[in-house]
Protein backbone atom coordinates (compact mmCIF):
# COMPACT_ATOMS: atom_id res chain seq x y z
CA UNK A 1 0.00 0.00 0.00
CA UNK A 2 1.34 3.35 -0.81
CA UNK A 3 1.14 6.81 1.11
CA UNK A 4 -1.39 7.88 -1.42
CA UNK A 5 -3.83 4.70 -1.31
CA UNK A 6 -3.67 5.27 2.64
CA UNK A 7 -5.10 8.86 2.57
CA UNK A 8 -7.48 8.68 -0.71
CA UNK A 9 -8.63 5.40 -0.07
CA UNK A 10 -9.66 4.29 -3.77
CA UNK A 11 -8.91 0.84 -3.40
CA UNK A 12 -11.28 -0.54 -0.83
CA UNK A 13 -9.93 -3.86 0.15
CA UNK A 14 -12.00 -4.37 3.22
CA UNK A 15 -15.58 -2.69 3.29
CA UNK A 16 -16.82 -1.02 6.21
CA UNK A 17 -20.31 -2.16 6.61
CA UNK A 18 -22.96 -0.73 8.54
CA UNK A 19 -24.20 -2.97 11.50
CA UNK A 20 -21.12 -5.03 10.88
CA UNK A 21 -18.44 -7.20 12.85
CA UNK A 22 -15.90 -3.82 12.68
CA UNK A 23 -19.03 -1.87 13.30
CA UNK A 24 -20.42 -3.67 16.29
CA UNK A 25 -16.88 -4.06 17.34
CA UNK A 26 -16.21 -0.45 17.99
CA UNK A 27 -19.26 0.33 19.24
CA UNK A 28 -18.38 -2.12 22.03
CA UNK A 29 -15.72 -0.84 23.06
CA UNK A 30 -17.35 2.44 23.29
CA UNK A 31 -19.79 1.16 25.46
CA UNK A 32 -17.32 -0.77 27.64
CA UNK A 33 -15.07 2.51 27.67
CA UNK A 34 -18.08 4.85 29.07
CA UNK A 35 -18.77 2.36 31.46
CA UNK A 36 -15.23 2.11 32.42
CA UNK A 37 -14.88 5.85 32.92
CA UNK A 38 -17.97 5.39 34.81
CA UNK A 39 -16.73 3.00 37.56
CA UNK A 40 -13.75 4.93 38.00
CA UNK A 41 -15.23 8.23 37.93
CA UNK A 42 -14.24 8.86 41.30
CA UNK A 43 -10.57 8.47 40.89
CA UNK A 44 -10.83 10.34 37.63
CA UNK A 45 -12.06 13.34 39.78
CA UNK A 46 -9.22 13.29 42.31
CA UNK A 47 -6.64 13.51 39.97
CA UNK A 48 -4.40 16.32 40.55
CA UNK A 49 -5.03 19.75 38.67
CA UNK A 50 -1.74 19.96 36.75
CA UNK A 51 -2.28 15.74 35.41
CA UNK A 52 -6.07 17.18 34.70
CA UNK A 53 -5.19 20.27 32.31
CA UNK A 54 -2.29 18.07 30.78
CA UNK A 55 -4.58 15.37 30.22
CA UNK A 56 -7.62 17.36 28.12
CA UNK A 57 -4.88 19.88 26.19
CA UNK A 58 -3.07 16.31 25.05
CA UNK A 59 -6.68 15.30 23.94
CA UNK A 60 -7.07 18.72 21.92
CA UNK A 61 -4.13 18.88 20.34
CA UNK A 62 -4.77 15.17 19.43
CA UNK A 63 -7.98 16.43 17.73
CA UNK A 64 -6.39 19.10 16.04
CA UNK A 65 -3.53 16.77 14.54
CA UNK A 66 -6.45 14.34 13.02
CA UNK A 67 -8.40 17.18 11.63
CA UNK A 68 -5.00 18.69 10.32
CA UNK A 69 -3.87 15.80 8.39
CA UNK A 70 -6.94 15.54 6.76
CA UNK A 71 -7.06 18.48 5.34
CA UNK A 72 -3.57 18.72 4.31
CA UNK A 73 -3.88 15.06 2.87
CA UNK A 74 -6.76 16.05 0.68
CA UNK A 75 -5.63 19.12 -0.75
CA UNK A 76 -2.34 17.45 -1.32
CA UNK A 77 -3.93 14.29 -3.34
CA UNK A 78 -6.55 17.26 -5.10
CA UNK A 79 -9.71 14.94 -3.09
CA UNK A 80 -10.93 17.76 -1.50
CA UNK A 81 -14.67 18.40 -1.85
CA UNK A 82 -16.23 21.22 -0.41
CA UNK A 83 -19.62 19.51 -1.05
CA UNK A 84 -18.58 16.95 2.05
CA UNK A 85 -15.05 17.76 3.23
CA UNK A 86 -15.66 21.07 5.15
CA UNK A 87 -15.64 21.43 8.50
CA UNK A 88 -19.45 21.95 8.99
CA UNK A 89 -20.49 18.94 10.31
CA UNK A 90 -22.10 18.94 13.64
CA UNK A 91 -19.16 16.28 14.59
CA UNK A 92 -16.61 18.18 13.40
CA UNK A 93 -17.99 21.24 14.84
CA UNK A 94 -18.13 19.28 18.34
CA UNK A 95 -14.03 18.30 17.33
CA UNK A 96 -13.27 22.14 17.04
CA UNK A 97 -15.12 23.06 20.17
CA UNK A 98 -13.49 20.58 22.51
CA UNK A 99 -10.04 21.95 20.75
CA UNK A 100 -10.65 25.64 21.30
CA UNK A 101 -12.61 25.59 24.58
CA UNK A 102 -9.90 23.23 26.39
CA UNK A 103 -6.64 25.21 24.31
CA UNK A 104 -8.09 28.30 25.33
CA UNK A 105 -8.75 27.37 28.87
CA UNK A 106 -12.66 28.40 28.88
CA UNK A 107 -13.70 26.54 31.76
CA UNK A 108 -17.46 27.85 31.78
CA UNK A 109 -18.07 26.46 28.30
CA UNK A 110 -16.95 22.99 29.77
CA UNK A 111 -21.10 22.12 30.45
CA UNK A 112 -21.65 22.70 26.81
CA UNK A 113 -19.05 20.53 25.56
CA UNK A 114 -20.10 17.61 27.26
CA UNK A 115 -23.37 17.76 25.56
CA UNK A 116 -21.38 18.29 22.32
CA UNK A 117 -18.87 15.63 22.69
CA UNK A 118 -22.20 13.30 22.64
CA UNK A 119 -24.03 15.45 20.36
CA UNK A 120 -22.10 15.31 17.08
CA UNK A 121 -20.56 11.95 17.22
CA UNK A 122 -23.14 9.57 18.59
CA UNK A 123 -25.74 9.63 15.39
CA UNK A 124 -22.22 8.86 13.82
CA UNK A 125 -20.92 6.02 15.42
CA UNK A 126 -24.09 4.57 15.26
CA UNK A 127 -25.26 5.45 11.62
CA UNK A 128 -22.75 6.11 9.65
CA UNK A 129 -20.86 4.66 6.27
CA UNK A 130 -16.85 4.98 5.73
CA UNK A 131 -15.45 3.69 2.59
CA UNK A 132 -13.10 1.10 4.44
CA UNK A 133 -11.48 -0.02 7.34
CA UNK A 134 -7.89 -0.65 8.28
CA UNK A 135 -5.81 0.31 5.51
CA UNK A 136 -7.50 3.99 5.28
CA UNK A 137 -7.17 7.16 7.13
CA UNK A 138 -10.42 7.60 6.90
CA UNK A 139 -11.19 4.89 9.50
CA UNK A 140 -8.74 6.41 11.94
CA UNK A 141 -10.18 9.90 11.30
CA UNK A 142 -13.52 8.29 11.73
CA UNK A 143 -12.35 7.10 15.36
CA UNK A 144 -10.89 9.73 17.11
CA UNK A 145 -13.19 12.06 16.08
CA UNK A 146 -15.79 10.42 16.73
CA UNK A 147 -15.72 7.40 19.23
CA UNK A 148 -12.42 9.13 21.62
CA UNK A 149 -14.23 12.15 21.59
CA UNK A 150 -16.99 10.36 22.91
CA UNK A 151 -15.23 9.23 25.94
CA UNK A 152 -13.47 12.07 26.36
CA UNK A 153 -16.27 14.01 26.55
CA UNK A 154 -17.33 11.60 29.40
CA UNK A 155 -13.74 11.76 30.93
CA UNK A 156 -13.87 15.55 30.97
CA UNK A 157 -17.10 15.65 32.66
CA UNK A 158 -15.82 14.14 35.31
CA UNK A 159 -11.97 15.62 35.22
CA UNK A 160 -14.04 19.08 35.35
CA UNK A 161 -17.33 18.43 36.78
CA UNK A 162 -19.58 21.72 36.09
CA UNK A 163 -23.20 22.64 37.39
CA UNK A 164 -25.63 22.61 34.36
CA UNK A 165 -28.91 24.06 34.41
CA UNK A 166 -31.67 24.04 32.15
CA UNK A 167 -30.18 27.71 30.83
CA UNK A 168 -27.17 25.56 29.78
CA UNK A 169 -29.92 23.56 27.96
CA UNK A 170 -31.69 26.35 25.97
CA UNK A 171 -28.62 27.84 25.24
CA UNK A 172 -27.41 25.00 23.32
CA UNK A 173 -30.52 24.22 21.69
CA UNK A 174 -31.10 27.98 20.17
CA UNK A 175 -27.61 27.57 19.23
CA UNK A 176 -28.30 24.71 17.72
CA UNK A 177 -31.51 25.39 16.10
CA UNK A 178 -29.37 28.59 14.58
CA UNK A 179 -26.79 26.57 13.27
CA UNK A 180 -29.61 24.21 11.47
CA UNK A 181 -31.05 27.39 9.66
CA UNK A 182 -27.85 28.89 8.31
CA UNK A 183 -26.73 25.19 7.24
CA UNK A 184 -30.32 25.43 5.55
CA UNK A 185 -29.46 28.41 3.37
CA UNK A 186 -25.93 27.33 3.01
CA UNK A 187 -26.83 23.70 1.34
CA UNK A 188 -29.53 24.88 -0.66
CA UNK A 189 -27.13 27.76 -2.41
CA UNK A 190 -24.29 24.99 -2.56
CA UNK A 191 -26.12 21.97 -2.77
CA UNK A 192 -24.95 19.89 -0.29
CA UNK A 193 -25.98 18.28 3.14
CA UNK A 194 -24.49 19.37 5.66
CA UNK A 195 -26.25 18.94 9.26
CA UNK A 196 -28.45 16.71 7.19
CA UNK A 197 -30.64 19.24 6.72
CA UNK A 198 -31.60 18.58 3.07
CA UNK A 199 -32.07 15.16 2.99
CA UNK A 200 -31.65 11.96 5.30
CA UNK A 201 -28.58 9.70 3.88
CA UNK A 202 -29.65 7.08 1.37
CA UNK A 203 -27.97 4.22 3.40
CA UNK A 204 -29.89 5.38 6.55
CA UNK A 205 -33.55 5.44 4.68
CA UNK A 206 -32.42 1.64 3.13
CA UNK A 207 -32.01 0.71 7.24
CA UNK A 208 -34.99 2.99 8.81
CA UNK A 209 -37.77 3.07 5.68
CA UNK A 210 -40.56 4.28 7.83
CA UNK A 211 -37.95 8.09 8.26
CA UNK A 212 -39.15 9.17 4.74
CA UNK A 213 -42.39 9.66 5.76
CA UNK A 214 -40.76 12.62 8.18
CA UNK A 215 -39.77 15.73 7.49
CA UNK A 216 -36.10 16.33 8.08
CA UNK A 217 -36.42 18.88 10.67
CA UNK A 218 -38.90 16.80 12.68
CA UNK A 219 -36.01 13.81 12.83
CA UNK A 220 -33.18 15.97 13.58
CA UNK A 221 -35.25 18.37 16.75
CA UNK A 222 -36.23 14.84 18.13
CA UNK A 223 -32.76 13.25 17.95
CA UNK A 224 -31.42 16.26 19.56
CA UNK A 225 -33.78 16.24 22.23
CA UNK A 226 -33.51 12.43 23.01
CA UNK A 227 -29.68 12.81 23.11
CA UNK A 228 -29.64 16.24 25.48
CA UNK A 229 -32.67 15.25 27.50
CA UNK A 230 -30.95 11.88 28.24
CA UNK A 231 -27.38 13.72 29.08
CA UNK A 232 -29.13 16.00 31.22
CA UNK A 233 -31.06 13.15 33.45
CA UNK A 234 -27.63 11.88 33.66
CA UNK A 235 -26.45 14.63 34.85
CA UNK A 236 -29.12 14.89 37.98
CA UNK A 237 -28.40 11.87 38.70
CA UNK A 238 -24.93 12.12 39.07
CA UNK A 239 -25.95 14.84 41.48
CA UNK A 240 -27.10 12.34 43.84
CA UNK A 241 -23.56 10.51 43.69
CA UNK A 242 -22.19 13.89 44.70
CA UNK A 243 -24.33 14.53 47.28
CA UNK A 244 -23.28 11.79 49.36
CA UNK A 245 -19.58 13.26 49.92
CA UNK A 246 -17.61 11.70 46.66
CA UNK A 247 -16.78 14.83 44.36
CA UNK A 248 -17.86 18.57 44.62
CA UNK A 249 -19.57 20.10 41.63
CA UNK A 250 -17.81 23.52 40.81
Known sequence: MTLKEFFVDEVITIPFKLFGKTHL?????????????????????????????????????????????????????????????LPLHLCYLSNYFYIFVVLLNREKW????????FLGPIPAIIFFD????????????????????????????????????????????VVLNVLY??????????????????????????????????PVVIILEIMEIIIIGSLYLFYQRQQEFTKKGSYDII
Not at 49 to 54: A, D
Not at 140 to 154: A, D, E, K, R
Open 25 to 85: FLMFLVLVGLILVFLNRKRIYGVSKNLKRKIVVVFAIILLLNMIILYVSSFYYHTFDYKTM
Open 110 to 117: YPYLYFLA
Open 130 to 173: VPSVWESFNFYLYIISHHLLVLMGLFTFYLYPKKINLKHLVKLF
Open 181 to 214: FLMNIFNIYFHTNYFFTGSIPPFILELLPFLKYF
